[in-house]
């Protein structure tokens, strides 16, 4: 069943929300903010913390313990949280917009988001390899495909 078109954000159980996460390691990328402009950079510097291949925290239940800063995604913050890509599916869901054909619920795997270049399978290093987070800007994170 397509729980997320029938039901809005707030309404959904914690394993409806926690499912729409596509996984696909986004959010767990460094970002920079121009102090001047308040502009949002990404970069390919991702957290220690994530599993750059399967696109998943490798200590996830305990993240807030090891990444003090880490933003738990939520339906009372989503609007909020400015810096999450447009493909991310708890904005997609929070614009009125759908799931993308690529998504694992529609798909039943990530491999179809892996394929479309939407994860940061095989584009992302570990933040502890990184001196200097301005050489890492990146615009992939961007891209939004349906």
């Not at 029938?6 to 696909?24: A, I, M, Q």
């Not at 490798?58 to 939520?74: D, K, L, M, N, Q």
């Not at 892996?114 to 001196?131: F, I, Y």
Request: hydrophobic share 35%.
């Amino acid at each position: 069943m397509e729980f997320w078109k029938t039901k809005r954000l707030e309404e959904l159980n914690p394993e409806e929300w926690e499912s729409l996460c596509d996984g696909c390691g986004k959010c767990c990328l460094n970002k920079i903010i121009d102090d001047e402009t308040d502009e949002l950079y990404y970069t390919n510097a991702a957290c220690k913390l994530l599993d750059r291949d399967a696109c998943h925290c490798r200590h996830y239940s305990e993240r807030f313990t090891f990444v003090p800063g880490c933003a738990a995604i939520t339906p009372d913050n989503i609007a909020s949280l400015t810096w999450l890509p447009d493909s991310c599916a708890y904005v997609r869901l929070f614009q009125g917009r759908d799931l993308p054909s690529w998504h694992p619920l529609v798909t039943g795997s990530k491999e179809a988001m892996h394929a479309a270049g939407m994860s940061v399978k095989g584009k992302a290093v570990c933040e502890t390899k990184v001196r200097y987070l301005e050489d890492h800007i990146v615009l992939w994170p961007l891209k939004d495909v349906d």
